[in-house]
Nanobody
């Protein structure tokens, strides 16, 4: 079974830093884009940052200059380094991947998968 598992969330004071990690496991043929989304209470899920298979990155405007996404291609992992955290960054952060993998002896192509989320709380 292919899955994404996040780690690294927690409670931090404003101005502090956290590093999120996400590991994709299972029989995976290829991963296209990996990234992070977040959902704050009462709000819709929004893009935080993505990184493609060629290393191109994309960031939500409010996190540019503060957050950095990186990827370990050999180990199917993606990271999000979050600096200068603000209370507005408080949310559940979800790992995302678009990947091709094996499920029950069938090749599943270009499927979007999500992790279960990790909570980031920034206190003022």
């Amino acid at each position: 079974q292919v899955q994404l598992v996040e780690s690294g969330g927690g409670l931090v004071q404003a101005g502090g830093s956290l590093r999120l990690s996400c590991a994709a496991s299972g029989i995976i043929f290829s991963i296209n884009t990996m990234g992070w989304f977040r959902q704050a209470p009462g709000k819709q899920r929004e893009l935080v940052a993505t990184v493609t298979s060629t290393g191109s990155t994309n960031y939500y405007d409010s996190v540019k200059g503060r957050f950095t996404i990186s990827r370990d291609y050999a180990n199917n992992m993606v990271y999000l380094q979050m600096n200068s955290l603000e209370p507005e960054d408080t949310a559940v952060y979800y790992c995302y991947a678009n990947l091709t993998f094996l499920r029950l002896f069938r090749k599943i192509s270009d499927m979007d998968l999500w992790g279960k989320g990790t909570l980031v709380t920034v206190s003022s």
